[in-house]
């Protein structure tokens, strides 16, 4: 008889660590962001290698995608849309130049991006409209405001010297755009996973009723998402004046599709509770590189827009849990198919 084996406690240790360790893995949700980010790079290296001497241009375009990119995913962490980030990216332009004072327009452009966050998570939590349809009617009122506040035409910064010297980079090719994009991503990535009030977001995700059976303020972190999103793509749209040293009330056009990519590709569950804000970083690096490469190739815009698309696309299929359901439907399909011929 073999005597039984017994576990040391350096071995009980590590077996924990090890354990520990498989579920923080088995909770990661990058997987596919990683995998494309590299197919993106091969393909960028072979066929376009300009993107990587075109610093300046690829990281900016990177930023700029990712920085609406994370406000989204403060939303969508908890089950919500929000469509109005691009045309709140073009409204707090236009109300930024809108004001002599630089500062003081900053400021204002600022404010009004929490009020819209605050407006859109009124309708959600309040009147009870579902987040898709209150955000895009602000798509479009906020779209046509930023054309009345404008006259239809871009309003040219009173400080021109202020821009201009924003878009020169700091060290090498980093410039403001770049730093901001980094410094957003640090404070959102300790907000969701070292606060307690981030880390609330993938419980309402997650399952709402459990979370307010929990006592979590359910609405209250609702609003907070919402007016994440609206502070960060008002920030994108004062950086984005800016470095144009103008505002231009069709500015953020093409950042919707890009920046919902983004985050869909970096693993965020559009039903929320999974997720991650490096996962977003990921998906903005592949969405940028593969947005510049596509103009330095000379493609136009709208077929830039088709190659997204598709990406999205791909990246909402090959979800895993959009495949363990495709799967369970098609499995029930095919058990009830034979009681249908019968």
Request: positive net charge.
């Amino acid at each position: 008889m073999t005597e039984p084996q017994t576990l040391s406690l350096g071995d009980t240790a590590a077996t924990d660590r090890a354990g520990r360790l498989r579920a923080v893995l088995s909770r990661r949700t990058e997987g596919r962001a990683v995998v494309l980010l590299a197919v993106v790079f091969v393909m960028a290296l072979a066929l376009e290698p300009l993107v990587f001497t075109a610093y300046e241009v690829t990281l900016g375009r990177v930023a700029l995608i990712g920085l609406v990119a994370l406000g989204l995913t403060a939303v969508i962490l908890m089950g919500e849309l929000d469509l109005s980030v691009a045309s709140t990216l073009a409204v707090s332009g236009v109300v930024m130049a809108s004001v002599p004072n630089i500062y003081a327009g900053i400021a204002a452009a600022l404010v009004v991006g929490l009020l819209i966050g605050a407006v859109n998570a009124f309708f959600v939590v309040k009147i009870g409209i579902n987040s898709f349809i209150a955000t895009l009617g602000m798509l479009f009122v906020l779209r046509g405001l930023a054309f009345v506040l404008s006259g239809e035409q871009p309003v040219r910064l009173t400080n021109i010297e202020a821009g201009i010297a924003f878009g020169r980079p700091l060290v090498g090719p980093v410039s403001p755009r770049i730093l901001l994009f980094v410094l957003v991503f640090i404070a959102l990535q300790v907000f969701v996973t070292r606060m307690r009030v981030g880390r609330e977001f993938y419980a309402v995700g997650g399952n709402r009723q459990a979370a307010r059976d929990a006592g979590i303020p359910v609405d209250r972190r609702v609003f907070t998402g919402f007016m994440i999103s609206g502070f960060v793509a008002s920030l994108a749209g004062v950086i984005n004046t800016l470095e144009l040293t103008a505002a231009d009330p069709t500015a953020g056009g093409t950042v919707l599709l890009a920046s919902f990519a983004a985050a869909i590709i970096g693993g965020v569950a559009l039903k929320g509770g999974r997720g991650s804000i490096v996962g977003t970083l990921l998906g903005a690096l592949s969405l940028g590189t593969i947005e510049v490469g596509l103009t330095l190739s000379g493609v136009q815009v709208d077929i830039q827009q088709v190659f997204i698309g598709g990406v999205l696309l791909i990246a909402v299929i090959t979800d895993p849990a959009s495949l363990r359901e495709a799967t369970a439907n098609f499995r029930l399909f095919r058990r009830r198919e034979p009681e249908v011929q019968s």
